[in-house]
C-alpha cells in the first residue's frame, strides 16, 4: 500500500506541474519565477522536517554497546544507504539556492538515485522507526505515554517517510525540468568536478551512528593524549589548510556552497545525538560549540557580522578548551559519542576559520571584540540562570531530566574529571531555597573566558600585522622593481639617442 500510494502521490504532483509547464502557462516567466518560489519553501519544509525527523525514535541510529554490535546481524548494506541518503539534506537546499552545476549534478543524478534506493529499504526503516528501543523524543520522561506510542506508530511513521521521500523525489526532479539543467556528457570537467565533489559531500554526511554499525569500536582507544586524540588535532589543522588552497581562488558562491555543505552537516550529527542517546536538558544546545552549530548556519545565511563576530571567537576557544581536556569515556574510536565529539568539535572550529579567512565576512576590527564580549556576558547570565533553575527543579522533584552542567560550572565531579583536583576547591555553593549557587567557578570561568577572548583577539591582530608588513615589503619590492626597469629602459634609451 505504501508504494502504490507514494508512486500516485507523486505522479500526480509530476503530471500537474508538466501539464502547467508544457501546456497552460509555456514560456510564460511569471510561472517561472511562481515555481522556483515554490521549490524553494519546498526544500526549507524539507530540510525542517528532516531536522524533526533526527529527533524522533529510531532503532538503528541508537548508541550500542560493544556486546551488543557483537551479537547483532551485520546489515552493512542498509548501512550505507543509510549515510548515504543524507547527502540530500545537505545537498537539495544549497542545490535550490545556489545556480551551482556541480551540485545540481549531485541533487540531480546521485539524490534521486539514493532516494529511490531509500525506498526500496522502506520495510528496514519502518522496523528501525517503529522499535520500542527507540529514543529521541521518546526519551523525554515528561512525555505521555500516549504520545510516545504515537511517535512509533506505523500509519505515522509511514506518512512521515513518505512525505520525506516524495519531497527528495520531486525536488530535484522539477528543478531539472525548470532550469533544463542537463549532465554535460562531453564535457571531462564535468565528470571531473562531480566525481571529486560527491566523495567529499558523502564524507561531511557522515552519520555518527554508522560506523559502529559497519567497524564497531575498533581497537583504536580515543582517549586523551593518546594517538587517536593527536592525529585528530593533525587532522583538523590539515582540512583548514587542504581546504584554504584548495578553494581560496574560487568565487565567493562557490567558498559559500563548501560552507554550508559543511555547516548543514554540523547540524545533522549533533541532533544525532538526541536519537542515539537521549534528550534532556543537559543536551540542549546550550554549551558553547552546541550553540555555535547553529550560529555558525545563522550566520552564514544572514551575513550577521555581529553574529559572526561573537561565533567566530568564541567557538574557537570552547574548541581549544575541548582539544587540551577532552570529555572522553576511553572507548574505540567509532564509538558513537567519540564520533559526535570529533565531527562536531571539528566543524565548529574549521568552518569560522575558513570564512574568515576566505573573507566571507571582514577582519575582526575593535567591534569583533566588542560584540564578542557582549555576546559572551549576555550569554553566560543566560545559562546561568538557566542551569540555577534547571538544577533547582531537579533537587525538588527528583528528576534527573532537568539535571544541568552548562560551561561545566555546575558539577564538581565533572569539572574535576576534565580539569583536576584543584578545582574541586572553587565549588564553593550556598543555597536558597532549592537553589544552588557556585559563586566562586562561576566567576572564574566568566573571567577566565574574558581573558582568553582578548587573548585571542590580540593574536589575531598581531597575524593581520604580520600579514600587512609582508604585504607592504612585496608592494615596495615589486615598486622598486618597476622603477629599476624604467631607468633600465630610460638609459638604454639614451645610448640609443647618442648614436
Known sequence: ????????????????????????????????????????????VYACLMLVSLILPDAFALSYSKEDLASMPARYGYAIVRWFSMVSFICLPIAVFYKNRTIRNIAI???????IVQICFF????????????????????????????????????????????????????????ERHVFEFKNKKEYFNFFITLPFMILSALP??????????????????????????????????????????????????????????????????????????????????NLGSFFILFSLITKNKHLFNFTVI????????????????????????????????????????????FGIFPRLDKTALKDCLIGFTIYFVCVWALGTMFNAIALKTGNDFWAANYLFMFDASKAIKLLGDGVGKLFVSFKIGYGTFYPVIQLVIYAVFMAVCTLLWLSIQLIYKLKDIGKNKK????????????????????KQDKQ
Not at 543524478?109 to 532516494?115: K, L, N, P
Not at 554499525?213 to 582507544?221: A, C, E, P
Not at 583548514?240 to 563548501?258: H, P, Q, W
Open 1 to 44: 500500500m505504501f508504494y502504490l500510494i507514494l508512486s500516485i502521490v507523486i505522479a500526480v504532483l509530476m503530471a500537474t506541474y508538466c501539464i502547467l509547464r508544457f501546456c497552460v502557462f509555456k514560456g510564460n516567466e511569471k510561472f517561472a519565477k511562481v515555481i522556483n518560489k515554490i521549490l524553494k519553501i519546498s526544500v526549507v
Open 109 to 115: 543524478y546521485f539524490c534521486t538515485i539514493m532516494t
Open 123 to 178: 520495510k528496514q526503516y519502518l522496523i528501525d522507526f517503529t522499535s520500542t528501543a527507540g529514543r529521541g523524543l521518546n526519551s523525554i520522561s515528561v512525555i505521555s505515554d500516549g504520545f510516545k506510542q504515537f511517535l512509533i506508530n506505523h500509519t505515522f511513521r509511514s506518512i512521515w517517510f513518505g512525505i520525506l521521500m516524495c519531497l527528495q523525489l520531486v525536488i530535484p526532479v522539477i528543478l531539472a525540468i525548470q
Open 208 to 289: 555518527i551512528y554508522v560506523l559502529q554499525h559497519l567497524f564497531g569500536y575498533t581497537n583504536l582507544i580515543f582517549e586523551a593524549y593518546g594517538i587517536v586524540h593527536f592525529a585528530w588535532i593533525f587532522l583538523i589543522v590539515c582540512e583548514i589548510i587542504a581546504l584554504y588552497f584548495i578553494f581560496r581562488k574560487r568565487s565567493e558562491e562557490t567558498k559559500m556552497v563548501l560552507l554550508l555543505v559543511l555547516s548543514l552537516s554540523l547540524i545533522m550529527q549533533y541532533l544525532q545525538m538526541f536519537s542515539a542517546i537521549s534528550i534532556n536538558v543537559a543536551r540542549l544546545p546550550f554549551q558553547l560549540c
Open 314 to 357: 568564541i567557538n574557537v576557544i570552547g574548541v581549544l578548551f575541548a582539544l587540551a581536556s577532552p570529555d572522553l569515556d576511553n572507548k574505540g574510536l567509532f564509538y558513537l559519542y567519540n564520533m559526535h565529539f570529533i565531527l562536531e568539535h571539528g566543524n565548529v572550529m574549521v568552518i569560522p576559520l575558513l570564512a574568515l579567512l
Open 475 to 494: 608592494q615596495k619590492l615589486a615598486s622598486a622593481s618597476e622603477v629599476a626597469q624604467e631607468n633600465n629602459e630610460f638609459i638604454e634609451n639614451e
